[in-house]
């Protein structure tokens, strides 16, 4: 079996770049996982594949709901990542060339890789990077990434509200973030740049002084998540130079 691991930028079709539509139009079986309470994302992946890959087959398949009984996190999403592996393997039922779109990039804060390393056979597998998130936020505030000669660090909501600042971090970009953790800093001298659904028809963004904007943000994330009924959001922030 081949799998191909095809990163699909933020579900808007015109991020695929040429080698992920050369991908997914040469897959046998193109497989879409279906998430409770998330049917936006399944129906994106069927209409990315609907335009750039009408000929190809595609398996629909239900991930598995993670335990969230189970107290030890390593072993919790340790044990998730086994179940949807062998839901992987009963929906690719022996095809030979088999595509999976991946939000983002299945580089970062993804564990797409993880999971396809539990498959058994191993298959022979190629990566298509795709847009980032990052990418999609930078792109959408119209903003470089970092100042001249300045580090960046990328962590998550978790972290930044367990650990607070990086340190000697200037720039910082949190990602899986579903309790708007910059309330957990002072918010003196930051700069915040946030975007739900980036690069999205729907996408939303907003950007200020942390302790003016940080409100207006929580807000507008909640109002997006009522809409849709889930919500992607990035937010990336910068300290001045005197802070």
Partial sequence: MELFLVGIGTGNPEHLTLQAIRALKAADLIIVPRKAGKDDLSELRLDICAEVAPDVAIREFDLPVRDLAEPDYAK??????????????????????????????????????????????????????????????????AIPLNDINEPVVITTGRQLRDAGWPPSARSVVVMLDGECSFQHLPPDEIEIWWAAFAGMPQQVILSGALGDIGPEIIETRARARAAHGWVMDIYLMRRSEKS
Wanted: hydrophobic share 50%; charged share 15%; aromatic share 6%.
């Fill in 76 to 141: 919790r999403v340790n044990d998730w990542h086994d179940a949807i592996a062998q839901v992987w393997m009963t929906a690719i039922d022996g095809a030979g060339r088999v595509a999976l779109l991946v939000w983002g990039d299945p580089s970062l804060y993804d564990s797409t890789l993880r999971i396809a390393a539990r498959l058994s056979p191993a298959p022979l597998m190629t990566v298509i990077p795709g847009i980032t998130s990052i990418q999609a936020l930078t792109a959408a505030h």
